[in-house]
């Protein structure tokens, strides 16, 4: 004899998903940056040299100088010229005093005569070195003022744009369980 049985059937529950990725979009922008080059200068100051020119000592070698300067000279210089003047007329009269010696004074001092007067020379030294120079440089000033570079950067902020992904979730097969009872056909 067979011994009914009860058959027991079991359909599992199925979960199903869907799921779309997210998208998201991502931007850095460039930083702002604003520059301003401010040029150097340089400003430039001078005065003009001077050269100054003595020749007062030329001047006074050719006997063309200052009047004052001659005249002090002459000054200066006459007593010693007046007492050698007389010291010559005194030779010449000793001289002529002495004419019973013999020679001719008078014909020899004639010819000894000038008009003009060695002894007294007024002139300056005459030389190469005369003329005097002094230059004076001029200045030279130069005030520089450096350049330089402004900038003014800006930092922008990341554009972040996120779409969200579709998740569902849903019950693709609801579980289930079927039991069978056997047949009982039997007769007792």
Known sequence: MQIPQIEIRLQHAKLNIDADIGKQNLQQPRPTVEMEQVRPEQHFTTSRGQLNINQDRVWDALALGNN??????????????ALRGLAR???????????????NPIAEMAREWQRTFPEFDFR?????????????PGELSIETIPGRINMNV???RP????????????????????IIPPQIDQLV
């Open 154 to 156: 800006g930092v922008n």
């Open 89 to 103: 007329i005194e030779q010449n009269g000793n001289r002529m005093a002495d004419i019973h010696l013999g020679g």
């Open 124 to 136: 300056g030294e005459a030389s190469v070195d005369n003329i005097d120079f002094n230059y004076i």
């Open 159 to 178: 554009i972040h744009h996120y779409e969200r992904g579709r998740l569902d979730i849903y019950i693709g097969q609801y579980p289930k369980v079927d």
């Open 68 to 81: 004052l300067e001659t005249m002090k000279k002459i000054y200066s210089m006459a007593s010693d010229i």
